[in-house]
């Protein structure tokens, strides 16, 4: 069975919880075997350097990154990251890069190579809320899935990022934006991993 590493973010911001951590936290009682799980740090350079030191530590063969995207109403895997910082708040040690590039003189972007298409297509099979996204922002989530395909991909490790929407819990810290719940994240994510381990 492949072995899989799965990450997710701390709460940051406006925000005293984050739908990412709470996956992780879930996917890890379930004693999925080879299924590893970590919450990172939302800061720019620190998350990906611990990122990095896991994968070598742990091995996988595949990498999956997950984040919270306010203002989504499902749970939207990324197609390609860019290689930029240009945060409009700051990380959670008060850093606000502008205009940065994330290694410099590196490639524009990498896309993904998680299976994508095929993680929407089973998730929306099952009800699901799901679709591809094209924009992993230029805040710490791509700044992560840039650093992770940069390391990854020379070294053949199936990997990438997928966003999720807030969970219910969150709906008063964030009136009126889209909301998922938590179960329906979890069981999404852990289909991601069955799909991608394929």
Known sequence: MRRVLVTGFEPFHQSSSNPSEAIVHELAQMKIPELYCEVLPVVFGESAEILLSKIVEIEPEIVMGLGQA???????????????????????????????????????????SLPVKEIVEVLSAKSIPAALS???????????FYRMQE?????????????????????????????????????????AIEVSRR
């Open 70 to 112: 306010e203002g989504r109403s499902q749970i939207t895997p990324e197609r390609v990251a860019v290689n930029l910082d240009d945060a409009r708040i700051a990380d959670n040690k008060g850093e606000i890069p502008s205009d940065r590039e994330i290694v410099v003189g590196g490639a524009n972007a990498h896309f993904t």
């Open 151 to 191: 390391f990854c991909g020379p070294r053949g490790i199936k990997s990438g990022f997928i966003h999720l929407p807030l969970m219910e819990s969150q709906a008063k810290e964030f009136p009126g934006l889209p909301t998922l719940p938590l179960a329906t994240m979890v069981e999404g994510i852990a289909l």
């Open 134 to 144: 094209m924009s992993a922002g230029t805040f710490v989530c791509n700044h992560l």
